[in-house]
């Protein structure tokens, strides 16, 4: 990995995609990473650095856009794409899940610049980003948009459905979900993940989770009157 | 004379009227109170359906983007059936919101159990840093509600149908209404009137609380002279005890929880006759007070106190 030399300097280097399977090796001490390993760190590279209109330098900025990673566990490719993209020191994954780290096992956002909800336990984060969308539209930041990733398995929180019908229903234009379906859910979707959020009035775009442009295209959609799903298909989990 | 809902409800407007940051989320519950004002704010005024959970986690999403939101239900849905939504999404992501309740624990008996929230403070005082709040007459809401919205501290309001005909002036600590010597009884919220009644004649000192988060420990501490404490609350008893036991912790003390009992009635009928069963009518109040006054102390002398 050629960028390991500035580690400890206060020189901002960029770093790449190819990046993060080293980032996330100091993580998790595992040599073999590759970003098949993990189903959420394709969508949450191409978020970062292609879409989401936030910085490290405008991270409390309220006319930023959110990210809320509501499926909370294995964050290491979250902390890795934060990592590089300048959100918090590389230095910060080598204590991963220690007392004095900041970094856990499920990130809190009073512990970490750029992460906007603490999370851990599923199906709180698209209820979250409801509110945080309404939050943004009540006060006229109307180019601001909320993005929330989950899993196909947190799918079974009942909770996603409340705010699925409700967001529907009142046309919340400003959320986008992404759903990481990597087929782990217990007793699957029969018809589709995205047809739970297409029944009650959502846009929405199937695309492969590993395809960096697919990816980009389906965030960048962006309907004036419903809110919009991307199902980022991935390989089923432990294949 | 208006109601605890009603002064809720036209004071929760007239915040939504002054300050552009609060809002009010509800869940089909009093959803006509505030009709007029849907009209008039409808981004601010947010009625999720009947989606307890969302309402909640709505009201966490509005105030992590700085909004001040107000959170409205029937005890129970507001409090248990959300309640890892108030523990994580106002709790841990550290969002300050207000949460207004009615029902209290049994205002409408013959609804049955579902509609009972007894356990409420309880529950609420598990997550930490929330301010709580019990009034005892509809005069107090205004100024409780002005002063817990837009704070950077949650807060819960608990409403009631039960009202003390005594109105008192707001205060965050112990309000003494009337001195005497043997104990101190301190009456929360709408339990003001039944332990005036119960304790009529007794050389008591009567203590009203509306505020149970954070609790008067120092007034406790000032009033208690004899250490002996007893406490009514309208909720499950023994709920603030162990502040009490806080506040005297380097003093022998005795004290007393009145309140909801934990066994299930499986009754309906009147609020009367449930307060008859849990104790908590005059009459019951006065021989629970008799019996525990007339227990001496264990550590006490011979002829003392």
Redesign the interface.
């Known amino acids: 990995m050629t960028t390991r030399g500035t580690r400890g300097h206060h020189e901002v280097m960029e770093l790449t995609y190819h990046d993060l399977p080293g980032l996330m090796t100091l993580m998790t001490g595992d040599e073999k990473h590759t970003p098949s390993a993990t189903s959420t760190l394709d969508v949450l590279w191409v978020l970062y650095d292609r879409i989401l209109h936030v910085t490290p330098s405008t991270v409390d900025a309220?006319d930023r856009d959110r990210f809320l990673l509501s499926k909370g566990h294995g964050p290491a490719a979250y902390y890795a794409v934060l990592a590089a993209k300048g959100y918090l020191p590389e230095a910060w994954l080598d204590d991963f899940g220690g007392i004095s780290s900041r970094l856990g096992y499920h990130p809190?956002?009073?512990l970490i610049p750029g992460v906007?909800?603490?999370s851990g336990?599923l199906g709180?984060g698209l209820?979250?980003?409801?509110?945080?969308?309404?939050?943004?539209?009540?006060?006229g930041?109307t180019s601001s948009r909320v993005f929330v990733l989950i899993g196909d398995a947190e799918l079974d929180e009942?909770?996603n459905h409340?705010?699925i019908?409700?967001a529907g229903?009142i046309g919340l234009a400003n959320l986008t979900a992404i759903v990481v379906d990597n087929q782990s859910s217990s007793h699957g979707w029969t018809g589709g993940v995205a047809s739970r959020f297409e029944v009650n009035g959502w846009s929405t775009s199937t695309v492969d989770g590993r395809d960096h442009d697919q990816i980009a295209e389906a965030l960048s959609r962006r309907h004036a009157d419903r809110p919009h799903v991307v199902v980022a298909v991935v390989e089923p989990k432990d294949s | 004379m208006t109601d605890m809902r009603t002064a809720f409800a036209e004071t929760a407007r007239d915040i939504v009227a002054d300050d552009?940051?609060a809002?009010v989320?509800f869940a089909d519950i009093s959803t006509a109170l505030f009709e007029d004002a849907m009209v008039r704010f409808p981004?601010?005024l947010?009625n999720?359906?009947i989606?307890e959970?969302?309402m909640i986690?709505?009201?966490?999403?509005?105030?992590?983007?700085?909004?001040h939101?107000i959170m409205h239900s029937y005890t129970p849905f507001l409090v248990e059936r959300a309640f890892?939504?108030i523990k994580?999404?106002l709790g841990?992501?550290?969002a300050a919101a207000v949460l207004v309740s009615i029902g209290a624990s049994y205002d409408v008996p013959r609804a049955g159990r579902t509609h009972h929230g007894p356990g409420d403070v309880a529950l609420i005082d598990t997550v930490p840093g929330f301010t709580v709040h019990v009034p005892g007459h509809a005069s107090e809401v205004p100024v409780l509600l002005r002063d817990a919205v837009g704070r950077a501290h949650s807060s819960y309001i608990r409403l009631s149908e039960a009202t003390n005909a005594v109105r008192l002036p707001v205060s965050p600590g112990l309000t003494v209404v009337r001195r005497g010597r043997r104990a101190l009884v301190i009456a929360v919220g709408p339990m003001l009137d039944p332990v005036l009644d119960a304790t009529e004649g007794m050389n008591v000192t009567v203590a009203y609380a509306t505020t149970v988060r954070p609790f008067d420990g120092a007034g406790v501490r000032s009033l208690a002279a004899t250490n002996t404490v007893v406490l009514v609350e309208p909720y499950l008893a023994g709920t603030s005890i162990r502040l009490i036991d806080e506040a005297l912790v380097d003093r022998p003390h005795r004290t007393l929880g009145l309140g909801v009992a934990r066994t299930e009635l499986r009754r309906y009928g009147t609020v009367a006759d449930h307060s008859r069963a849990y104790g908590l009518d005059p009459a019951r109040i006065r021989s629970s007070l008799d019996r525990f006054l007339a227990t001496p102390p264990a550590h006490a002398e011979p002829g003392g106190a």
């Open positions: 309220p809190d956002h009073n906007e909800i603490s336990s709180h209820p979250l980003g409801v509110g945080m969308a309404h939050g943004l539209s009540a006060q930041l009942g909770t409340e705010a019908a409700y229903a | 552009p940051l809002a989320v981004d601010r947010i999720v359906g989606r959970s969302l986690s709505v009201g966490g999403g509005l105030a992590l983007t700085g909004m939101p890892e939504q994580l999404d841990h992501q550290d």
